[in-house]
C-alpha cells in the first residue's frame, strides 16, 4: 500500500509546520500550502525529506489560487486534507462596536468562507474512509464564551463550526470523518508568548488526532486531549 498523504492548508510556521513536521515522522506524504514566495520552515522541511513533503502556494481568499491548488491534485487521492490556515488580528479581539466593517469581512472571509471553499474544491480528491477537518478554536463555542469578549474572532470560527457541521450533515458526505479542532491557547506568533502551551507538546496531541480521526465518521468538535467541545 502507499505511504497514506495528508493536505495541510498554511503549514509554513506555527501549528501548521509543526503538524507537517509530525507526519512526515510518521510515514506520511505531505503537502503543504505556503502564502507568496518567501522561504519558510516548510520549505526547510521539504529539503530534509526530498520526495516526502511537498510545498504548493495558496492564498485561501484568492479563487484563482484555490483552482489552482486543485488542479495541481487533480490526479491524487488523498487521505487527509487539514485546513490549519486563518487570521487572527488585534481588532478581532476587539468589542464588535469598534471594528469597522472592512475588517470583520476580512476575518469572517479569511476564517469562515475561505476555508469552506478550500474544502469544497478538493473534498472529491480525499478517499473514501479519510479525513476533512479545520483548525478551529474553543473561542468558537456558543456555549463557551461567558465572558464576552474577542467577538470578531469568536464570530468567524463559530461561523466556520456552523459551515462545517452544514457541509458534513449533507446526504453524500455521511460516510466521511469530519474535525474541528480547538487546541487551546499555544505559544504561537498568534498567541503570544504568555500561552501554557508549546508548539513541541501540542503538535504530537493534534497530530494524533488529525491522523487517527479517519476511523470515525461523522462530525467532532475536539480539544487537545481528545474531548469533546460544547457546540
Given amino acids: 500500500m502507499p505511504d497514506p498523504t495528508i493536505v495541510i492548508v498554511g503549514a509554513s510556521r506555527g ?47 484568492a479563487p484563482d489560487q484555490i483552482a489552482a491548488l486543485r488542479q495541481r491534485l487533480d490526479d491524487r487521492a488523498i487521505d487527509v486534507l487539514f485546513v490549519n490556515a486563518g ?16 475588517e470583520f469581512e476580512r476575518v469572517m472571509l479569511t476564517n469562515a468562507y475561505a476555508p469552506m471553499r478550500v474544502i469544497a474544491a478538493l473534498a472529491d480528491r480525499v478517499r473514501a474512509g479519510g479525513l476533512i477537518g479545520a483548525m478551529s478554536s474553543g473561542q468558537g463555542s456558543i456555549a463557551g464564551n461567558e465572558r464576552g469578549d474577542n467577538d470578531v474572532y469568536r464570530a468567524s470560527k463559530a461561523a466556520l463550526n456552523m459551515l462545517m457541521r452544514s457541509y458534513a450533515a449533507r446526504p453524500e458526505q455521511k ?44 462530525l467532532a468538535f475536539l480539544d487537545r486531549s481528545g474531548k469533546a467541545v460544547a457546540w
Wanted: avoid cysteine.
Fill in 87 to 102: 487570521i487572527a488580528t488585534r481588532e478581532a479581539f476587539a468589542r464588535l462596536e469598534t471594528v469597522d466593517a472592512a
Fill in 175 to 218: 460516510d466521511r470523518a469530519f474535525l474541528l479542532l480547538a487546541p487551546g491557547w499555544i505559544r504561537t506568533d498568534l498567541g503570544g508568548d504568555k500561552a501554557p502551551y508549546t508548539i513541541a507538546d501540542s503538535a504530537p496531541l493534534l497530530a494524533d488526532l488529525i491522523l487517527d480521526g479517519r476511523r470515525d465518521p461523522g
Fill in 15 to 61: 501549528l501548521g509546520l509543526g503538524i507537517a513536521t509530525e507526519a512526515v515522522a510518521r510515514g506520511w506524504r505531505v503537502t503543504g500550502t505556503v502564502r507568496g514566495d518567501a522561504r519558510t520552515g516548510l520549505h526547510d522541511l521539504a529539503d530534509a525529506h526530498p520526495g516526502r513533503v511537498e510545498v504548493a502556494t495558496l492564498d485561501m481568499t
